[in-house]
């Protein structure tokens, strides 16, 4: 999908990246930076060239689920070159300060924290930068809407309503500052056990039930599974898998296609 013209005007376009995408949920704990993480991934198998920002300064873990502690350096003109993992350029928080170190800053500097990221990283030739915001509708997440120009937002929900409430918050922030919305994904849709049998811990159908009421497409659904946990934490996104090996990594495979 392509950024609808009047409405990203004044906005500004980061140097060398063709797509910019925000991957955004209102609830915290939804699985936002597990599928930021895995689209990245999965668009990088695909032959894209992708990047992955971690905009999410209070709690970053883009640099754990990468499982990278490189320091990034700068070139002379302080232009930070980005850290590369499993194919995907990367900038977090995480890679600049000691893991256990809280960010302790007001808004207006995380916000300016924030626009360094997208401004002075050296992103560069890339058809995909992946921006995975801070849950809600802050600070943060409005200074980057109204100022990058965003070829649209993926929201990431589970199936519970106390998710979906505050995932249609995401989407009337997008639509109100008219960037296009790319769809649903609906994380933590099922655990099925050895048998084959699905429990829909968190409720069944609330993400196709939310896309169609939204009038926005449902991207996929993605399982709760043990691999998607565990590649998580030990730094190599379970979209590294082949999609024939686990659920999770085909359903974000089926997404990077779409
Ligand atoms: P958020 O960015 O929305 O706060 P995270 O991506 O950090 O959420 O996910 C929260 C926790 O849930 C993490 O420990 C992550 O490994 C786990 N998780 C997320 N999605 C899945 C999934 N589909 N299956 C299993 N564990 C998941």
Not at 29 to 58: F, I, P
Not at 63 to 86: K, Q, W
Not at 218 to 224: K, R, V, W
Not at 246 to 256: G, H
């Amino acid at each position: 999908a392509q950024a609808g013209g009047s409405a990203q005007m004044g906005k500004n376009t980061i140097p060398g990246v063709k797509h910019v995408i925000a991957v955004a949920s209102g609830k915290g704990g939804v699985g936002k930076s597990t599928v930021s993480a895995n689209l990245a991934v999965a668009l990088a198998k695909e032959g894209y060239k992708v990047g992955l920002c971690d905009c999410d300064l209070y709690g970053p873990s883009v640099a754990h689920m990468f499982g990278s502690r490189e320091r990034p350096l700068a070139t002379e003109d302080n232009e930070i070159i980005p850290i590369e993992a499993h194919g995907v350029k990367l900038m977090s928080m995480g890679f600049l300060l000691e893991e256990n170190s809280p960010v302790i800053v007001r808004g207006p500097l995380a916000t300016q924290y924030t626009q360094q990221f997208l401004k002075n990283v050296l992103w560069e030739d890339l058809d995909y930068l992946i921006l995975d915001l801070p849950p809600g509708t802050g600070d943060i997440q409005l200074t980057i809407v109204q100022t990058i120009s965003l070829t649209g937002a993926v929201i990431v929900t589970t199936p519970q309503e106390v998710a979906l409430i505050d995932a249609r918050k995401a989407v009337s922030m997008f639509a109100k500052v008219n960037v296009p919305l790319l769809g649903l994904v609906e994380n933590m849709a099922w655990f099925e056990c050895d048998l084959g049998t699905r429990y829909p811990i968190f409720g069944e159908g609330g993400g196709q039930r939310e896309a169609e009421k939204l009038k926005i497409p449902l991207l996929g659904q993605i399982p709760i599974d043990i691999p998607t946990r565990r590649q998580g934490d030990d730094g190599a996104p379970v979209a590294l898998l082949p999609a024939e090996a686990n659920a999770s990594s085909a359903a974000f495979t089926r997404i990077a296609k779409s």
